[in-house]
């Protein structure tokens, strides 16, 4: 089967990660217990969980003319990722993530640095890579005139969109019909459909529920949400796996799986990465959620964004039925 031809456009940073058994407050100081660092940003990661998991993967974003940029590139380079889309920016710094992991958890700081240079000039210059895709993936660690224009050539071309609205903000809803699928977590669901979202659902609460078309029993806030959404967001609620509301207005859920944690960074990006695949080979969509929040679950079993991130192997080998010789 040919490989789906998946684009991400999207930031690269390096993240600092410290893990400590407590998190300090003002003017504290406290001792960890590890550091390192490790290549990421959201599009990167995306990148490297679809690139792993058996797609084609082309990146476009920026990195900084600095030792992090350089090791950034190589990185993506070693994961078999096209690389002509990254632009490196002079006399600015590469973006870095501060993560600070406590009890499992994690706290970031992102500071964009060349991310801010993903411009809508530098997307519109790859424009052939965009309208060659089998799908483009998109976040919002780029500035958001450049995501727009990204969905807008897609849209030209007939490319699908998935976007990821992570950091969130409220977003036009003229934009979010342009885009096919979009993966929120619950925090971001209600902040990217803003005050209408609460009216909505308040002014919804009396409507009788039938059994029958809500077979999911999730919370009721969030499962009318879905619902202002048929057929288009699909929602990650941590260890509680997935839930999406179908074209007919049914809630579904995908359950998350019971693993041993070791660190949470990067989860959601493998889920991103992994739906990106499954949708691109054109999976059913309950079939492509329930891979994507294996892959997920799995990617928390180990240290570090992307060093935790499964190999298609690996994952298929994970979800097999365990077999007596």
Not at 138 to 161: F, G, M
Not at 265 to 277: E, K, M
Request: net charge negative; with cysteine; proline share 5%.
């Amino acid at each position: 089967m040919r490989r789906p031809r998946i684009t991400v456009i999207g930031s690269l940073n390096m993240d600092l990660v410290t893990v400590t058994d407590i998190i300090p407050q003002a003017g504290e100081t406290v001792q960890g217990k590890k550091f390192g660092t490790f290549c990421g940003g959201k599009g990167a990661n995306q990148a490297v969980a679809a690139a792993r998991l058996g797609a084609e993967v082309h990146m476009i974003g920026c990195i900084g003319d600095d030792s992090f940029g350089i090791e950034m590139l190589a990185n993506l380079k070693r994961e078999d990722i096209h690389c002509d889309g990254v632009s490196t920016i002079s006399n600015v710094s590469s973006g870095i993530a501060a993560i600070t992991i406590a009890d499992g958890d994690n706290r970031i700081i992102v500071v964009p640095g060349a991310n801010e240079a993903v411009t809508t000039e530098l997307v519109t210059l790859h424009t052939k890579l965009i309208a060659e895709s089998d799908l483009v993936v998109l976040q919002l660690e780029i500035p958001l005139e450049s995501v727009r224009t990204a969905i807008d050539i897609a849209n030209r071309h007939h490319v699908p969109v998935m976007l990821n609205p992570a950091p969130a903000v409220q977003l036009d809803p003229l934009l979010i019909d342009k885009i096919s699928w979009v993966t929120p977590n619950e925090h971001e669901l209600e902040l990217m459909l803003g005050d209408s979202a609460f009216v909505q659902v308040q002014t919804s609460q009396d409507e009788s529920d039938s059994p029958e078309k809500n077979p999911v029993q999730t919370d009721d806030f969030y499962r009318r949400m879905l619902q202002q959404l048929p057929g288009k967001v699909i929602m990650t609620k941590g260890s509680e796996g997935a839930y999406w509301c179908s074209a007919d207005g049914s809630v579904h859920h995908s359950p998350g799986r019971q693993v041993t944690v070791a660190d949470t960074t990067g989860a959601g990006d493998t889920f991103n990465g992994a739906l990106a695949v499954a949708l691109a080979e054109k999976r059913p969509t309950e079939a492509a959620i329930a891979w994507a929040v294996a892959a997920g679950a799995l990617s928390v079993t180990r240290f570090g964004a992307q060093s935790g991130m499964p190999t298609r192997e690996q994952l298929d080998h994970w979800l097999s039925p365990i077999t007596s010789g």
